[in-house]
C-alpha cells in the first residue's frame, strides 16, 4: 500500500494525517469515533465551537448516530488508500476556490441551470459530500430524518428539497414541480413518468460499474436492518473522484443513501424557508450497487414512499446504508 509519507513526504503526510483524524490506533467505540469525526470537522471546514456545541447535542440524544457500528462495520477502504487514488492532498484536492466565493464554504457546489445560469446565479448550494462533509471521512449513517434537519440547522444549513437533489444529480436545477394536492404515490408516479425520457444517472447517461463507492458488501450478518447485525461499510467520502454529478458534487451515486424533504405543499419546501417541512424522500444507491442492483434510482427519480414519515417526526426511519448531506441558501 502507498502510504501518506511515500505519497507526499513527512511533513504533509503528518499534516493531513492530523487534519483528518487518521493514527494507527482506531477508535474503539461509536463515542469515540465520533469525537474523532468532529476534530476533522473542524480542522478541516472551520466548523465553530458553538455550532459544534449544537452537533454534539444533537448526537448525544442518539445512541445510533455515526460512522456505523464499530463492532460490525467493515469499510472496504481506509484514508490512506483513497488518498493513495488521488493526485494531491485530498482537501486542497477538493476545493474549488470558485465555489468558495459562492457558497460561502468550503466543499459546497452551486446549482443552478446551465441552460439559462452560470454558477454565481446560484440561490443554493449543496454539500460536495455526504455529512460530515470532509473528504475522506466515511458518512454519518443511522440519522433520523429529523436529526438531518437539525444537524443542518446547526451550522445554518438546511436539509435540502427532493427537486434540489434531483438538480444536483441529473446535471441542472430547474424550477420545482411537485404535484402538490396529490397522494405521495400518485404525485411520485406523475413525476417519474414526466422525467423518465430524459432518465439520466449523476455519473452520465448510462450506469458504469467501478466509478462510484458501490462495491462494498453488505454484512453476512445483517437480517434487514440491526445495529448490532448491519454493519455501515461505506468508502472514504471522494474515494471515487469520477462519481461526481455535471454540478461538482461527489457520492450521490453509492456510499450512503440520503434523507430528503419532500414536500406535499408549497409552504413546506425547505428552498422556501420552511422550517415545518413535509415528508421523508431517500435518494440515491449505496455501497453494495456494483452487486445488488436493488432498485431504479436514476437522477430525478421518486422512491416508494419506503418507511415515510413527516421529516420532523421522531421516528423518522434510520438505518445502517442511510444518511444525508446539507443544503444552503445563499444571496
Not at 487534519?19 to 476533522?40: D, H, K, P, T
Not at 404535484?179 to 458504469?208: D, L, T
Request: proline share 6%; net charge positive.
Amino acid at each position: 500500500m502507498v502510504t501518506f509519507r511515500k505519497l507526499l513526504g513527512t511533513g504533509l503526510a503528518v499534516t493531513l494525517a492530523g487534519a483528518l483524524g487518521l493514527s494507527e490506533a482506531s477508535a474503539q467505540s461509536l463515542q469515540q469515533n465520533n469525537e474523532a469525526m468532529f476534530r476533522q470537522m473542524q480542522a478541516a471546514r472551520g466548523v465553530t465551537d458553538a455550532e459544534l456545541g449544537r452537533i454534539r447535542q444533537i448526537f448525544a440524544g442518539s445512541r445510533w448516530i455515526g460512522q456505523g457500528n464499530p463492532s460490525v462495520t467493515r469499510h472496504p477502504m481506509t484514508p490512506e488508500q483513497a488518498q493513495a487514488r488521488l493526485p494531491a492532498p485530498a482537501l486542497e484536492f477538493y476545493r474549488n476556490k470558485a465555489f468558495e466565493k459562492i457558497c460561502g464554504e468550503k466543499y459546497m457546489a452551486p446549482l443552478y441551470d446551465p441552460a439559462t445560469q452560470k454558477p454565481e446565479d446560484a440561490k443554493a448550494c449543496a454539500d460536495m459530500f455526504e455529512y460530515p462533509n470532509v473528504p475522506l471521512a466515511y458518512p454519518v449513517t443511522w440519522v433520523r430524518a429529523r436529526e438531518a434537519a437539525l444537524l443542518c440547522a446547526a451550522e445554518g444549513k438546511r436539509i435540502g428539497d427532493a427537486h434540489e437533489w434531483e438538480g444536483a444529480s441529473h446535471g441542472a436545477l430547474t424550477p420545482p414541480d411537485y404535484f402538490f394536492g396529490m397522494s405521495v404515490q400518485a404525485a411520485r408516479a406523475a413525476h417519474n413518468r414526466k422525467y423518465e425520457p430524459s432518465a439520466r444517472y449523476s455519473i452520465g447517461p448510462s450506469w458504469k460499474r467501478g466509478v462510484c463507492a458501490t462495491n462494498s458488501t453488505k454484512s453476512a450478518s445483517c437480517n434487514g436492518g440491526s445495529f448490532t447485525g448491519c454493519g455501515s461499510n461505506t468508502y472514504p467520502a471522494g474515494s471515487f473522484p469520477d462519481c461526481k454529478s455535471p454540478l461538482g458534487v461527489y457520492d450521490l451515486d453509492g456510499n450512503a443513501a440520503e434523507h430528503m424533504n419532500l414536500p406535499l405543499a408549497a409552504d413546506q419546501m425547505a428552498s422556501r424557508g420552511s422550517t415545518k417541512l413535509g415528508v421523508t424522500e431517500m435518494k440515491g444507491s449505496w455501497f453494495i450497487w456494483d452487486k445488488v442492483r436493488a432498485h431504479t434510482h436514476w437522477s430525478r427519480w421518486r422512491a416508494p414512499y419506503w418507511h415515510g414519515s413527516r421529516v420532523l417526526a421522531t421516528n423518522s426511519h434510520h438505518n445502517y446504508h442511510l444518511g444525508f448531506r446539507c443544503f444552503k441558501d445563499v444571496n
